[in-house]
């Protein structure tokens, strides 16, 4: 089974900037894509960013275009998030997970994830 440890996140102002890092244990860790999700207060993961097995081709939601930027690094089993210009609408609980090529849907286990929280 893969596990997934979030970590990078904090308390920041708007405009700040913080960087995410998620560790990932897995033998076949360059072979499927990887994206970041956010809860906000309530159960659901919202869909924030992805990235393909190779790091070529990135996807992110539209809330975030120009402002987060998600990479890999295959060598050492790593996934990042830069956010930017950070919004207090960024709030939330950021978890990275393994998603499906075609739909960037999620799939597999959930880490414990990591508090961003932005104030105004």
């Known amino acids: 089974q893969v596990r997934l440890v979030e970590s990078g996140g904090g308390l920041v102002q708007a405009g700040g900037s913080l960087r995410l890092s998620c560790a990932v244990s897995?033998?076949?860790?360059?072979?499927?894509?990887m994206g970041w999700f956010r809860r906000a207060p309530g159960p659901e993961r919202a869909f924030v960013a992805a990235?393909?097995?190779?790091?070529?081709?990135?996807h992110y939601a539209d809330s975030v275009k120009g402002r987060f930027t998600i990479s890999r690094d295959n060598s050492r089993n790593m996934v990042y998030l830069q956010m930017n210009n950070l919004k207090p609408e960024d709030t939330g609980v950021y978890y990275c997970?393994?998603?499906?090529?075609?739909?960037?849907?999620?799939?597999?286990?959930w880490g414990p994830g990591t508090q961003v929280t932005v104030s105004s």
């Open positions: 990235v393909t097995g190779s790091g070529t081709t990135t």
């Open positions: 997970a393994q998603v499906r090529d075609n739909d960037y849907g999620p799939f597999g286990s």
């Open positions: 897995s033998r076949t860790f360059p072979t499927y894509a």
